[in-house]
T-cell receptor, first 114, second 113 residues
Framework: AQSVAQPEDQVNVAEGNPLTVKCTYS??????LFWYVQYPNRGLQFLLK??????LVKGSYGFEAEFNKSQTSFHLKKPSALVSDSALYFC????????????FGGGTRLMVKP | EAQVTQNPRYLITVTGKKLTVTCSQN?????MSWYRQDPGLGLRQIYY???????DKGDVPEGYKVSRKEKRNFPLILESPSPNQTSLYFC????????????FGPGTRLTVT
């Protein structure tokens, strides 16, 4: 069975500082990895994905994520956090032999303070 | 505007009273699915549909039904709701089963007393 772990319930960072939201996964076969963001009272919005190729993928709103196969990780990063980045972030994985099933992590709340 | 819509957005009901949450997408997507979101558990898939008249169970299908009679609509039915179905529900769609990016609706917050 595939699974995703987001070890931090909440990440606090000061505006202008770099941020990292951690994600590790477990799948059979090659992983397809995703990050979604959820703002208050809104649905999930797609941020970025890793399917194949360059381990560093760039997404919306200046976010990027690094795929590390040996550590089975896909951490979300941003060089300079904004207060408006405060939201709930979800990592998700779909193993390539798991059909269409997308498995989500429990979510990490990012709080960016001015 | 391309979007997934859900109705109602908020619903409070009592145990055993049948309810339906509607979901509609205007992107001509083949694949649609329902998730529930619970604190600390992320999103868990309830049911999905690969196309009209084709549906299958996700991770947590117990107590739910779905139908896909038209491509754009994918209603979620709770025949006899129970308090453990109190949750935040999201509908999502994507172009095809093997597409990667899913589009999510705004969510329906359901409370069953």
């Amino acid at each position: 069975a595939q699974s995703v772990a987001q070890p931090e319930d909440q990440v606090n960072v000061a505006e202008g500082n770099p941020l990292t939201v951690k994600c590790t996964y477990s799948v059979s076969g090659n992983p397809y990895l995703f990050w979604y963001v959820q703002y208050p009272n809104r649905g999930l919005q797609f941020l970025l994905k890793y399917i194949t190729g360059d381990n560093l993928v760039k997404g919306s709103y200046g976010f990027e994520a690094e795929f590390n196969k040996s550590q089975t990780s896909f951490h979300l990063k941003k060089p300079s956090a904004l207060v408006s980045d405060s939201a709930l972030y979800f990592c998700a994985v779909n193993g390539n032999n798991a059909g269409n099933m997308l498995t989500f992590g429990g979510g990490t709340r990012l709080m960016v303070k001015p | 505007e391309a979007q997934v819509t859900q109705n109602p957005r908020y619903l409070i009901t009592v145990t055993g009273k049948k309810l339906t949450v509607t979901c509609s997408q205007n992107m001509n997507h083949e694949y649609m699915s329902w998730y529930r979101q619970d604190p600390g558990l992320g999103l868990r898939q309830i049911y999905y549909s690969m196309n009209v008249e084709v549906t299958d169970k996700g991770d947590v299908p117990e107590g739910y039904k779905v139908s896909r009679k038209e491509k754009r609509n994918f209603p979620l039915i709770l025949e006899s709701p129970s308090p453990n179905q109190t949750s935040l529900y999201f509908c999502a769609s994507k172009r095809r089963m093997d597409s990667y990016e899913q589009y999510f609706g705004p969510g329906t917050r359901l409370t069953v007393t």
